[in-house]
């Protein structure tokens, strides 16, 4: 069995102030269509789909110059949220041998957490 994990944390604060400044240009360039429609302006719910791009691209091994922030999309699975990978993202997931995912969100008023754990059959 292969195990993977990642976790990331943002300041909802920097995060807000960032936002702020951009109008929806920042959300536009980390967001698909349908989170940007779910996030719809809050910076909590931005903050943990953040974060859960970044756990997924640390449990890949990857960073943002391979794998692109719209590569790992966010999804409501019947209530508990859920990943699907696109790209560069699915393609390394691929090459791990990477199958089941499982996703963790939190905020405060001031972070947002994301815990990503990836599970699959090893080569062998």
């Known amino acids: 069995m292969i195990l993977r994990n990642g976790v990331d944390i943002v300041d909802l604060t ?11 240009d920042l959300l536009a360039a980390f967001l698909t269509k349908a989170e940007q429609d779910y ?13 859960a791009k970044e756990a997924t691209m640390k449990s890949l091994g990857l960073g943002l110059d ?6 790992v999309e966010v999804v409501d699975n019947g209530g508990a ?9 699915i ?4 090459e791990l041998n990477l199958t089941i995912w499982t996703l963790s ?7 947002a957490i994301a815990s990503v754990v990836a599970f699959g059959e090893s080569h062998a």
């Open 105 to 111: 969100l939190s905020h405060t008023p001031q972070f």
């Open 39 to 51: 996030v719809n302006g809050r910076v909590d719910r931005a903050g943990t789909r953040w974060a």
């Open 14 to 24: 920097d995060l807000q102030r960032r936002m702020d400044r951009s109008q929806n």
């Open 81 to 89: 949220p859920g990943l699907i990978l696109h790209g560069g993202a």
């Open 91 to 94: 393609r390394r997931a691929r």
């Open 66 to 71: 391979v794998i692109g922030p719209h590569d």
